[in-house]
């Protein structure tokens, strides 16, 4: 079942909680909304719910328009942010609940409950009251409640945040085979999480602000980010002041050859609605203010050791220093299991820090030492800096 | 470090006994005033009730007149409560889950029914049902104060506030985003009133419901001012015994039952409540 979303605004007294959201989510599609906190996403899931009355906009599912159709004859499934269980009923009856409402005959209501109590691993807590669950037990029955009713439209409002690393990615492929078994089904994913949203969704909306910034597929969001927002939060890029000159951009007094603005970041066409021109541009505003964005694990460093003076040698072109290297401080080192985020800091940039994933088992330089800091021009994209 | 935490309980050791005898000189005050005001006329009506020795129970309560009114008394009780308790509750929904606007002015308004006297209500009655009242006047007088049903009706209409009091802030602390989920998954307002919203608001029906089966018991306000032939309670037999035919053995007699009969059901209702109370505490 399709929904679709068409200029929703939904307004608290003077809060504004979603200011003119344009989306479609195809059958069988999985749309994760990712964006930080307050930014609107829960608040676009209530609409779609009819939790909530959008004060503007319409929304339809199947074609049908049900901006004024009351939650229940919607038969969407919904798992909110605070679970809601019912507290005076037990597991089971909780789970059975949506299924009693549609008068299910009883052999199946048993059967399906406990179906999916086993799916989501609650099997043997099903004579327990919520109170009696942990929180995120209490989870898992919700996401077991919304999916019994086997609804055509899922929504999911951070299903996952009170479960542990572990439980988390064993939810996670339970989320991805009950997609691959109820293939028409069409999900919105709220998260927090990135990892969760690249995992799962077909394409990632990210929102801001109570409005929508991008919207594309999961994979094209994450290796050209359209705007210097959805490329920090989704994947925590680096975004590094560039000038566009012949041939490349200028990073730091040094040109990296062969990065060119793609049309998407130009000022005039930019669809980015995060995108506001910086103003003192030139003719045809080509100087605007762009933003190289690289991955922290697409940087490479190497120690400087051998150099005495790395400062005085670098001259106006790039002299010692290789091709798409920069020269810069290591300025920290923060282990994280598998691999260590380093911090550095460019020699002319000393207001921008640069993240570095290396990972664990490459010898890392001291912290303080000078390293050479390398960009490699394939992982590096231009986006727009954002004029605010 | 160490000697400060080992001295801790020694002096705490040391200053429990005063502490203990403090205590009891403040609870002394309020026993005084209790049991010169409260128990000490209640001992006296009892004596009052024993000057003739048993003889004046067994008169009393052998008669045709006390059981008649002994039963009149909870049937009107009990009638009256569960009238209280199906238009509370209705009427506690409606303010707590229909958006309309001037709910919160209803919901004050409750409250300021709470602080009237309860033979205003009465009053009304009889200006509005009464021979030469609105509707009397329009049908005739057709008869309805005289019987046990205009007391039902007028207790219903002064104690349904003491049953929605307790609803509404019990109401109030029902997650909206439960009904919105109940709501989703399907359940209609019945099914989501009954197995959602009434369990979490038991506690507090059961409360409202057992005060006002207390105060209806002892209602006399009404019963007197609707001064109906049929309807002799407990209170009415013991204001006629003893303010009408001054045979105050008798009246001490009734009234003596009369406080055993609330006491009883007060003891019972905390019972209830605790055990229910318990219930929860062990669960949680
Ligand atoms: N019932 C409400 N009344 C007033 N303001 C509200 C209400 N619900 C949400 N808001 C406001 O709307 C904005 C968006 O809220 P929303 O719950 O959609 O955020 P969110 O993106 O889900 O955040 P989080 O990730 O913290 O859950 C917030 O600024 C919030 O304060
Ligand atoms: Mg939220």
């Keep these: 079942m399709t929904v679709r979303l068409e200029d929703v605004t939904v307004r608290f007294g003077q809060t504004v909680a979603l200011e003119g959201l344009d989306l479609t989510v195809a059958a069988g599609e999985t749309v994760a909304l990712l964006g930080p906190s307050g930014s609107g996403k829960s608040t676009a899931l209530k609409a779609i719910a009819g939790f909530v009355r959008p004060s503007r ?49 009883k052999a199946e209501v048993a059967r399906r409950v406990a179906e999916v109590l086993e799916m989501v691993g609650m099997a043997k807590y099903a004579r327990r009251y919520p109170r009696e669950l942990s929180g995120g037990q209490q989870q898992r029955v919700a996401i077991a409640r919304a999916l019994a009713i086997q609804p055509p439209v899922l929504l999911l409002d951070e299903p996952l945040a009170a479960l542990d690393a572990q439980l988390r990615a064993d939810m996670l492929g339970e989320l991805q085979k009950l997609r691959r078994e109820v293939p028409d089904v069409a999900i919105v994913y709220v998260t927090h999480d990135q990892s969760e949203a690249l995992a799962l969704a077909d394409r990632i909306a990210v929102m801001r602000d109570a409005r929508l910034v991008d919207i594309a597929p999961a994979a094209d969001l994450y290796s050209a980010p359209p705007s210097a927002f959805t490329a920090s939060f989704l994947g925590g890029a680096n975004l590094l002041p560039v000038e566009v000159v012949e041939g490349g951009v200028r990073l ?29 541009s030139g003719a045809g505003g080509r100087s605007e203010a762009l933003l190289l964005c690289i991955r922290p694990h697409a940087i490479k460093l190497s ?73 490699p021009v394939e992982a590096c994209t231009l986006v727009a800096a954002e004029g605010r | 470090m160490a000697v400060e935490a080992l001295s801790t309980p020694i002096a705490l050791g040391n200053q429990a006994p005063p502490q203990k005898v403090s205590r009891s000189v ?81 919901s004050g308004l409750v409250d300021a029914m709470l602080a009237l006297p309860s033979f205003l209500v009465a009053l009304s ?52 985003v439960q009904l919105d989920v109940a709501a989703s998954l399907g359940g209609g307002p019945w099914r989501v009133l009954r197995q959602v919203v009434l369990p979490e608001v038991k506690p507090a029906l059961a409360a409202g419901g057992g005060l006002t089966l207390l105060l209806t018991l002892n209602e006399f306000g009404i019963v007197l001012f609707l001064g109906a032939r049929d309807t002799t309670t407990l209170p009415m037999l013991v204001h006629t015994k003893g303010i009408v035919m001054f045979d105050y053995p008798a009246a001490c007699v009734i009234a003596v039952v009369q406080v055993l009969l ?22 949680d």
């Excluded at chain 1, 004859?73 to 798992?79: K, L, P, Q």
């Excluded at chain 1, 051998?306 to 282990?335: C, F, I, K, N, Y």
């Excluded at chain 2, 200006?127 to 008869?143: C, P």
Aim: charged letters at 15%.
């Design chain 1, 57 to 105: 906009g319409r929304i339809w599912l199947a074609g049908a328009d049900v901006t004024d159709v009351p939650p229940a004859r919607r038969g969407i499934g919904v798992v909110v942010q605070q679970y809601a269980l019912f507290p005076h009923l037990r597991v089971a009856d909780n789970v059975a609940f949506g299924l009693r409402a549609a008068r299910k005959p």
């Design chain 1, 252 to 280: 730091a007094g040094q040109t990296l050859a062969g990065l060119r603005p793609q049309a998407a970041t130009l000022p005039g066409d930019a669809g980015g609605a995060s995108y506001q021109g910086a103003g003192r």
């Design chain 1, 303 to 375: 120690d400087r050791v051998g150099e005495a003076d790395a400062v005085g040698e670098r001259g106006e072109g790039g002299g010692a220093t290789a091709g798409d290297s920069w020269p810069g401080v290591l300025v920290g080192a923060q282990w994280r299991g598998a691999s260590s985020r380093l911090t550095c800091v460019i020699d002319g940039l000393p207001a921008v820090s640069v993240q570095v994933d290396v990972p664990t088992g490459e010898c890392l330089p001291e912290v303080g030492a000078k390293v050479s800091i390398e960009l």
């Design chain 2, 26 to 106: 403040w609870l002394l005050p309020p026993l005084l005033v209790l049991a010169g005001l409260v128990v000490y006329p209640l001992v006296l009506v009892a004596g009052e009730s024993f000057t003739g020795g048993f003889a004046t129970w067994r008169e009393v309560i052998g008669s045709v007149e006390f059981r008649d009114a002994l039963v009149r008394t909870i049937q009107i009780a009990v009638c009256s409560t569960i009238g209280c308790l199906l238009v509370g509750t209705f009427l506690a929904v409606v303010i707590s889950f229909v958006p309309f606007p001037g709910a919160r002015v209803i």
């Design chain 2, 125 to 176: 009655f009889t200006f509005i049902y009464g021979a030469a009242g609105v509707l009397g006047s329009l049908v005739g007088d057709s008869g309805f104060l005289a019987t046990p049903w205009a007391v039902i009706v007028a207790e219903i209409t002064f104690y349904t506030p003491f049953v929605m009091r307790p609803l509404l802030g019990a109401m109030a602390q029902i997650p909206r």
């Design chain 2, 262 to 283: 609330s006491i009883g059901l007060y003891v019972a209702l905390r019972a209830a409540l605790s055990r229910q109370g318990g219930a929860r505490a062990a669960l």
